[in-house]
């Protein structure tokens, strides 16, 4: 593993790495923040997954949630959003390939070879972070848009990798998305049978979640039609989920709104990580 860039930040660290990845067959790239409490004693780590046409670098330099992470003592992760490179089968659109990984273990050529990023997330990251840093193996996710899809599906998939859950605009029911059919059918192919289990509202109905779950949703987000977050909050009072879903006033998909309620979200996860 190489350290790309490493600089102080609210008394703690924030590093980029790269590595050789196994799973995406790849070199990867990541960010990680280190408060200053990992100095004396290993700490939690809430993991940060990206949108659509981000790198590791986007929420790592605008989302601004390093301040709160340090004063709460919780490591910061922030992955790629997809195997990148030459090599690297790519589309000219924004919403498929290169940058929009989606999260999911592809099946289908010419997305196979490299495009297995839950196996990356669930398998691969968290024992080459495990193996390096002062880490103390309890663990929450959160993510953006297509991260926020990220984050649920993994959570809910991996209750006993992931403690606390929480999403900025998530889409939430890919499967019924113009964020997901078109990918979905890429990436895993046509039969919609393989599709259910990258999907939020579909995971949540047959496997529940057994915490609370934080959502932030802006209602001025301009991509509402590909969001849908009234089918998770619909989901959410049918299956009387513990949780909350809130539709903040005047917010729209940008970085403005993740930073906005990023103080929210790591604090949120701070009480359940760092509770006993
Ligand atoms: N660029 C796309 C939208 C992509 C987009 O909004 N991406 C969000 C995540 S879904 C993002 O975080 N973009 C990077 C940034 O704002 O730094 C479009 O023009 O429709």
Known sequence: MDLVTQNQCFGGTQSVYRHASAVCGVEMTFGLYLPPQARTRP?????????????????????????????????????????????????????????????????????????????????ELPALLEAHFPLNGVSGITGHSMGGHGALTIAFRNPERFRSVSAFAP???????????????????????????????????????????????????????????????RLMAERRQPGMLRMQAGYDHSYYFVASFGEDHVRWHAERLNAA
């Open 43 to 123: 700490v939690p780590l809430l993991w940060y997954l990206s949108g659509l046409t981000c790198t590791h670098e986007n929420a790592m330099v605008k989302a601004g949630l390093q301040r709160h992470a340090a004063e709460h003592g919780l490591a910061l992760l922030f992955p790629d959003t997809s195997p990148r490179g030459e090599g690297v089968a790519d589309d000219e659109a924004y919403d498929l390939g290169q940058g929009a990984g989606f999260y999911v273990n592809a099946t289908q050529k010419p997305w196979a070879q490299h495009y297995r990023m839950y196996d990356y997330v669930v398998t």
């Open 171 to 233: 889409i939430v029911n890919p499967t019924r998305s113009d964020w997901g059919r078109k990918q979905f059918s890429a990436y895993l192919g046509d039969d919609e049978a393989h599709w259910g289990k990258y999907d939020a509202c579909l995971l949540l109905s047959e496997l529940g979640w057994r915490g609370d779950i934080l959502i932030d949703q802006g209602a001025a987000d301009q991509f509402l039609g590909q969001l849908q977050p009234e089918a998770m909050a």
